[in-house]
């Protein structure tokens, strides 16, 4: 039996919410910054303090994490199939590809060889824009979904000024983070013991060298999920590659909170419940019922000629 999606057919977001919580204890670290550490900062409302467990810019790279098989270099099973940029070094031997690299299709390794493969081809499907004429919007991303379906979704942005002056951009479709409520600091340290010379040299990793470390504790622990629905369908990509993509980034989610949660040693969750904030009425899909719809929405899409036949490779010369 297909998925239902009918309550997202007009709906101009999907909004999630999973409940958190420690898988042992009560502590977790947080993300932390250069210069900052753990963002805190004041509720709005309520007299006490929030904190960012996992930033959207982390949420994003883990939401994929889940879609890739690092032992066959491939896709998840319920993926296989779909289109991507891989690149290769001078002697043939695997570098990086577009849904591991942190700008995705926009990658240096990418666009900034001396293979331009890419490049051109964009060139090409594109039109070569002028940065005086307006974008595309539409057209960018049935190019982008042709080659890198994976990059609609996550969002892209060109910088390219051979492309429309460096113009081309799409929004994130899927965003995403986790905060913590009433959240408190609990401190902690400990030492690393040198057994041969407690007394050595610190500044050269010899010595016994104590140190500190603060960890939260928190009333309440949310994951946060938006899809944007009316973004999505503003491409004009049809009804198939519409369905493909809402299932893809609930794909992302629900193995996110089945195994991913572990996001760092100090900082392992999991789920107590999950709620679908909006719209009403819609029911989420097991992680078993998407794995299943997946793959025959991406025949689909190959057979209506939306997919390319085959990855984009692209070399990249290393050098010694």
């Known amino acids: 039996m297909a998925i239902s999606l009918e309550p997202l057919h007009t709906a101009p977001r999907l909004l999630l919410r999973a409940e958190l919580a420690p898988i042992a204890g009560t502590r977790f670290q947080p993300t932390g910054f250069p210069d ?125 000024k051979e492309l429309a002056g460096g113009r081309l951009r799409l929004s994130r479709l899927l965003s995403s983070f986790i905060e913590a409520e009433d959240a408190r600091v609990a401190p902690n340290g400990g030492v690393k013991n040198d057994r041969v010379d407690p007394t050595g040299p610190t500044n050269q990793g010899f010595g016994n060298v104590p140190f500190h470390r603060d960890e939260y504790v928190a009333r309440r622990i949310h994951a946060y999920f938006v899809l944007d629905l009316a973004l999505l369908r503003s491409y004009g990509l049809g009804a198939t590659a519409e369905t493909f993509l809402t299932l893809f980034a609930l794909y992302k989610i629900q193995h996110f909170l089945i ?16 709620e679908v904030i909006r719209p009403s009425g819609f029911e989420l899909p097991t992680a078993d019922e998407i794995d299943r719809e997946l793959p025959g929405l991406i025949d689909r899409l190959r057979a209506e000629g939306l997919l390319a036949a085959e990855n984009l490779r692209v070399r990249y010369e290393v050098k010694s």
């Open 36 to 160: 900052l550490g753990a963002a805190e900062y004041d509720h709005p409302t309520e007299p006490y303090r929030m904190l960012l467990v996992e930033s959207p810019q982390s949420m994003a790279n883990r939401l994929e994490s889940v879609c890739w098989d690092e032992a066959a270099e491939d896709w998840r099973p319920p993926l296989r199939g779909l289109p991507r940029v891989d690149v290769y070094d001078q002697h043939g031997g695997f570098l990086t590809n577009s849904v591991l690299e942190a700008h995705r299709l926009n990658s240096p390794y990418i666009l900034e060889g001396k293979d331009t493969t890419v490049m051109q081809l964009l060139k090409r499907e594109l039109g070569l824009l002028g940065e005086s004429l307006p974008v595309d919007v539409r057209k960018l991303a049935r190019t982008v979904f042709k080659y890198d379906p994976n990059s609609v979704l996550h969002g892209l942005f060109l910088a390219k």
């Open 259 to 274: 195994e991913g949660l572990r996001l760092r040693t100090a900082c392992d969750f999991e789920v107590k419940q999950v």
